[in-house]
C-alpha cells in the first residue's frame, strides 16, 4: 500500500529535536501559517484520521498540546518535539511527557509518540510497528 509505505517510510526518516521552547514556538507558528494546507492531526493507538484537520481543530490542538507539553513537561528545556524540516515542516513527531523512554538517541525499538502532525495520511502505527517478537512472546507466556 503506497500510504502506508510512504507515512512509514517518512515516520522512520530524519528528525531534529525542537530543543528550546522558543524553537516549539517558532515551529507552531509556521504549522499555523499553513494551516489550510491540510495537516493530519493523529493520537497514536486511535483510529487514524480519514482527512486533515480543519483550521480550527488544528489551533486548537496546537494549544492545547502546547499547554500539555509545558504543564507535564516541567523542564526548562522541550526536547520532546521532532520536526522533519523546522522551517518547512512537513511531519511533526510529539512525545507524550508520561511516556517518555528513550526518546533521543539511537534505538532499534523507539517508542512510539504520542501523536504526530503530517502532511501525509497516517496509518496506524501501532499495528505497523507491532511489539518485536520476544516481547510478544513474553506476553503470552505470562499468565501461562
Known amino acids: 500500500m503506497i500510504v502506508a ?4 517510510e517518512k515516520f ?3 528528525f531534529t529535536g525542537i ?7 517558532d515551529l507552531w507558528n509556521t504549522v499555523l501559517k ?16 480519514d482527512s486533515p484537520a480543519g483550521r480550527d481543530r ?8 502546547d499547554a ?10 522541550c526536547g520532546i518535539v521532532y520536526a522533519d524540516n523546522r522551517e518547512r515542516p512537513r511531519f511533526i513527531k510529539i512525545y507524550d511527557p508520561n511516556k517518555l523512554g528513550i526518546v533521543c538517541g539511537f534505538s532499534d525499538h523507539p517508542p512510539l ?3 504526530t502532525l503530517s502532511k501525509l495520511r497516517p496509518v496506524s502505527l501501532s499495528e505497523m510497528l507491532p511489539p518485536t517478537a520476544n516481547r510478544r512472546r513474553w ?3 505470562l499468565f501461562q
Open 19 to 25: 530543543l528550546r521552547w522558543p524553537q516549539l514556538d
Open 5 to 8: 509505505d510512504t507515512y512509514l
Open 113 to 115: 509518540p504520542g501523536w
Open 139 to 141: 506476553w503470552q507466556s
Open 12 to 14: 522512520k526518516g530524519g
Open 34 to 49: 499553513d494551516a489550510e494546507d491540510g495537516w493530519y492531526v493523529y493520537a497514536i493507538g486511535e483510529l487514524p484520521p
Open 68 to 77: 500539555l507539553l509545558r504543564t507535564e513537561h516541567d523542564e526548562d528545556y
Open 58 to 65: 488544528l489551533i486548537q490542538f496546537v494549544k492545547e498540546i
